[in-house]
């Protein structure tokens, strides 16, 4: 689509998406941007697709508007199982390496869809992994999706979809895993749903990697036609903080057009011709301590400060270390145990080991000490929402809303590793739009 509106005015539109939303449109992909604008303007309400740019341009869009755009700002095409390679890739060759590397340990497994767009991809790695991992009841696994579309997320919550979605799918695996609805759709099997969460998260901003958005100690992260959307330096930072989120030796599969070596220091080469898996390298020995100077005769000692426990647990955590960091943590809890923030760390930790009545119980303790611990509330919301208690749930999102509203919406919130009140607000609003 050659562009109709003024150069200037699509410079300026250009600046103002890619700063809201994280999404670049360089000139050459001005037709896109303006095909996009066209669809959103008489969604958002303007007469004119050139008003609709000016708005955009000038003074920014509010949040509601901001979703509608990247709704149209956004690519929705994808299919079950898409890229046989990859998922080759993931059952004939990832898998049995960590059943490798856990034997004789914790069988946990967390993957991440980063872009997961409507939902086949998550839902395609879950029923993957079913199949391949022989003695799946035994493993622990967490699959987290998200995306920067809400409408995406909300049609990849609702699990049902046409046929266009199975091209290239067996009848059988759509038998075995998929319910056919009268209307000549399929939904996914409530076993295949269950092993997967929906959240909002934009890779462009702050709070990620951290467990208050559960983005943390990942094993394996799917990131396949997301960097396409970003500047060359923007796509390093994201693909530097997804190296962040993965555990030691953890895995990051791109799409095969997004493999350009610069984005990918701390990685090693891909270990599959014609699949883009990277794992993580090895973190930089360190040179040694230099050696203290010896204090001079009749100085006071320095004062010992007590060992950061919580800090432990925290470090340990990201690694993927759980039963040590709850050992941590509860070294934490002995020092303190009317600090708030170490319940919600082992409430947080407790959640991740799957031990959801446990992480309740921490989780409430943190609050009873703390009754206007925003992100307390938010985290015990999602739990009890994933344990179907969705009243219980909705009362503690009001709560996390009331207290969000109070706040200045770029004010960080404790205990989140950069998280704001603005967006936690976002993502509360697209999590109660997947179970309303």
């Given at each position: 689509?050659?562009?109709?509106?003024?150069?200037?005015?699509?410079a300026?539109?250009?600046?103002?998406?890619?700063?809201?939303?994280?999404?670049?449109f360089?000139?050459?992909?001005?037709?896109?941007?303006?095909?996009?604008?066209?669809?959103?303007?008489?969604?958002?309400?303007?007469?004119?697709?050139?008003?609709?740019?000016?708005?955009?341009a000038?003074?920014g869009?509010a949040?509601?508007?901001?979703?509608?755009?990247?709704?149209?700002?956004?690519?929705?095409?994808?299919?079950?199982?898409?890229?046989?390679?990859a998922?080759?890739?993931?059952?004939?060759?990832?898998?049995?390496?960590?059943?490798?590397?856990?034997?004789?340990?914790?069988?946990?497994?967390?993957i991440?869809?980063?872009?997961?767009?409507t939902?086949?991809?998550?839902?395609?790695?879950?029923?993957?992994?079913?199949?391949?991992?022989?003695?799946?009841?035994?493993?622990?696994?967490?699959?987290?999706?998200?995306?920067?579309?809400?409408?995406?997320?909300?049609?990849?919550?609702?699990?049902?979809?046409?046929?266009?979605s199975?091209r290239?799918?067996?009848?059988?695996?759509?038998?075995?895993?998929?319910?056919?609805?009268?209307?000549?759709?399929?939904?996914?099997?409530?076993?295949?749903?269950?092993?997967?969460?929906f959240?909002?998260?934009?890779?462009?901003?702050?709070?990620w990697?951290?467990?208050a958005?559960?983005?943390?100690?990942?094993?394996?992260?799917?990131?396949?036609?997301v960097?396409m959307?970003f500047?060359?330096?923007?796509?390093?930072?994201?693909?530097?903080?997804?190296?962040r989120?993965?555990?030691?030796?953890?895995?990051?599969m791109v799409?095969?057009?997004?493999?350009?070596?610069?984005?990918?220091?701390?990685?090693?080469?891909?270990?599959?011709a014609?699949?883009?898996l990277f794992?993580?390298?090895?973190p930089?020995?360190?040179?040694?301590?230099?050696t203290?100077l010896?204090?001079?005769?009749?100085?006071?000692?320095?004062?010992?400060?007590?060992?950061d426990?919580?800090?432990?647990?925290r470090?340990?955590?990201?690694?993927?270390?759980?039963?040590?960091?709850?050992?941590?943590?509860?070294?934490?809890l002995?020092?303190?145990?009317?600090?708030?923030?170490?319940h919600?760390?082992?409430g947080?930790i407790?959640q991740?080991?799957?031990?959801?009545?446990?992480?309740?119980?921490?989780?409430r303790?943190?609050?009873?000490?703390?009754?206007?611990?925003?992100?307390?509330h938010?985290?015990?919301?999602?739990?009890l929402?994933?344990q179907g208690?969705?009243?219980?749930?909705?009362?503690?999102?009001?709560?996390?809303?009331?207290?969000?509203?109070?706040?200045?919406?770029e004010?960080?919130?404790?205990?989140?590793e950069?998280?704001?009140?603005?967006?936690?607000?976002?993502m509360?609003?697209?999590l109660?739009?997947?179970?309303?």
């Open positions: 689509m050659t562009p109709t509106l003024d150069a200037e005015l699509l300026a539109v250009s600046h103002a998406v890619e700063a809201q939303l994280g999404l670049h360089p000139p050459e992909r001005w037709g896109d941007l303006e095909r996009g604008l066209h669809g959103a303007a008489a969604e958002l309400g303007f007469d004119r697709m050139e008003n609709c740019a000016r708005a955009l000038c003074g869009f949040r509601a508007q901001t979703d509608a755009l990247a709704a149209h700002l956004t690519i929705g095409e994808t299919y079950f199982f898409r890229d046989a390679a998922f080759l890739a993931l059952t004939a060759h990832f898998v049995p390496a960590l059943v490798a590397e856990k034997r004789g340990g914790a069988k946990r497994l967390r991440w869809s980063a872009g997961c767009c939902g086949e991809e998550p839902y395609s790695i879950a029923i993957a992994l079913r199949e391949a991992l022989p003695d799946f009841a035994a493993w622990q696994i967490t699959i987290l999706a998200t995306d920067i579309n809400p409408r995406f997320l909300a049609t990849a919550a609702a699990g049902v979809y046409g046929p266009w199975f290239g799918v067996p009848e059988a695996t759509r038998h075995a895993w998929f319910r056919a609805l009268p209307d000549g759709r399929c939904e996914v099997l409530p076993c295949i749903r269950e092993m997967v969460t959240a909002y998260v934009n890779l462009v901003e702050d709070g990697p951290s467990h958005t559960q983005t943390a100690a990942m094993d394996l992260i799917f990131c396949r036609n960097l959307y500047s060359r330096e923007r796509g390093k930072r994201v693909v530097a903080k997804l190296r989120a993965l555990v030691a030796e953890g895995r990051l799409s095969t057009t997004e493999t350009s070596r610069e984005l990918f220091e701390g990685f090693d080469p891909p270990e599959l014609g699949v883009a794992r993580k390298s090895a930089l020995a360190l040179p040694p301590a230099p203290a010896a204090a001079p005769p009749h100085s006071e000692p320095a004062p010992e400060r007590p060992h426990h919580a800090a432990d647990a470090r340990l955590a990201d690694e993927g270390r759980l039963d040590s960091a709850l050992a941590a943590c509860d070294r934490a002995a020092a303190n145990q009317l600090a708030p923030a170490h919600y760390l082992r947080v407790l991740e080991q799957n031990q959801p009545e446990a992480a309740v119980a921490a989780l303790r943190a609050l009873g000490l703390d009754s206007a611990f925003t992100l307390a938010f985290t015990l919301g999602h739990l929402l994933r208690q969705t009243a219980d749930a909705a009362r503690c999102f009001a709560q996390a809303r009331t207290l969000l509203h109070a706040c200045a919406p004010a960080v919130l404790p205990e989140s950069g998280l704001t009140a603005g967006r936690l607000l976002t509360l609003a697209t109660e739009g997947t179970f309303a």
